[in-house]
């Protein structure tokens, strides 16, 4: 990815995650949160372009010298003083939060070889010297792809794919996945989470 590419994306506007209207830090609102909620969430670009044609290159061609490519900016849209990534900079400093990928079912993660988001989760736990936990959560069983389902059927489809394998769950923790588009699946894995006994989860995505 050239600078002169990268140069034309814009940071994009952060919203609640529960209701997706417009929230400038990704915090959730206040009426907006309840005992199973996301606190917040955080993506660092669009879901076009580059960026899309990057993660499918990534997730479906097995292109994985990409996974270092948007490592390394994503690291940069973080380290920017004064950005949208201000609050969750801050929760990171103050709750040290654990990193959990959301996992992929077994066999597709052995056909594929990785899960995209452990690597950009490993990429981001390192850059802040966060603890990166792999097995806290798994899924127990595979669904369908999400691609070409409606909002309701995604909502569907991801029920009670995930479970929590400890008995002990860190209170505060970042959930991080690549694609944010309705939300189903890390609002499922977040649910888990705090019913396992999670204080505050965010979310993050690297596109939107």
Same mark, same amino acid.
């Given at each position: 990815?050239?600078?002169?590419?990268?140069?034309? /994306?814009?940071?994009?506007? /952060?919203?609640?995650?529960?209701? =997706?209207?417009? @929230?400038? *830090?990704?915090?959730?609102? $206040?009426?907006?949160?309840? $005992?199973?909620?996301?606190? $917040?969430?955080?993506?660092?670009?669009?879901?076009?372009?580059?960026?899309?044609?990057?993660?499918?290159?990534? &997730?479906?061609?097995?292109?994985?010298?990409?996974?270092?490519?948007?490592?390394?900016?994503?690291?940069?849209?973080?380290?920017?003083?004064?950005?949208?990534?201000? *609050?969750?900079?801050?929760?990171?400093?103050?709750?040290?939060?654990?990193?959990?990928?959301?996992?992929?079912?077994?066999?597709? =993660?052995?056909?594929?070889?990785?899960? @995209?988001?452990?690597?950009?989760?490993?990429?981001?736990?390192?850059?802040?010297?966060?603890?990166?936990?792999?097995?806290?959560?798994?899924?127990?069983?595979?669904?369908?792809? @999400?691609?070409? /389902?409606?909002? &309701?059927?995604?909502?569907?489809?991801?029920?009670?794919?995930?479970?929590?394998?400890?008995?002990?769950?860190?209170?505060?923790?970042?959930?991080?996945?690549?694609?944010?588009?309705?939300?189903?699946?890390?609002?499922?894995?977040?649910?888990?989470?705090?019913?396992?006994?999670?204080?505050?989860?965010?979310?993050?995505?690297?596109?939107?």
């Amino acid at each position: 990815m050239c600078d002169t590419c990268l140069e034309k /994306l814009e940071q994009p506007k /952060l919203i609640c995650p529960v209701c =997706e209207r417009p @929230q400038p *830090l990704g915090e959730t609102h $206040g009426r907006c949160k309840t $005992g199973h909620s996301l606190d $917040g969430l955080v993506y660092f670009y669009n879901y076009q372009g580059i960026i899309r044609e990057a993660i499918h290159k990534l &997730k479906y061609r097995y292109v994985t010298d990409l996974a270092i490519e948007l490592e390394n900016q994503i690291i940069k849209q973080f380290d920017i003083p004064e950005s949208n990534f201000t *609050l969750i900079r801050r929760r990171i400093s103050l709750s040290r939060p654990v990193l959990i990928p959301i996992p992929l079912f077994w066999y597709r =993660e052995n056909r594929r070889g990785f899960n @995209q988001a452990g690597l950009f989760g490993q990429a981001i736990a390192k850059h802040f010297n966060l603890p990166f936990r792999e097995q806290i959560l798994v899924r127990t069983k595979p669904n369908v792809s @999400q691609t070409k /389902l409606s909002y &309701k059927k995604r909502e569907e489809n991801v029920k009670d794919i995930f479970s929590v394998r400890t008995s002990h769950v860190p209170p505060s923790l970042l959930l991080i996945d690549d694609v944010w588009t309705t939300g189903a699946t890390m609002k499922e894995a977040c649910r888990v989470l705090k019913d396992a006994g999670a204080k505050e989860v965010w979310g993050i995505a690297i596109a939107r």
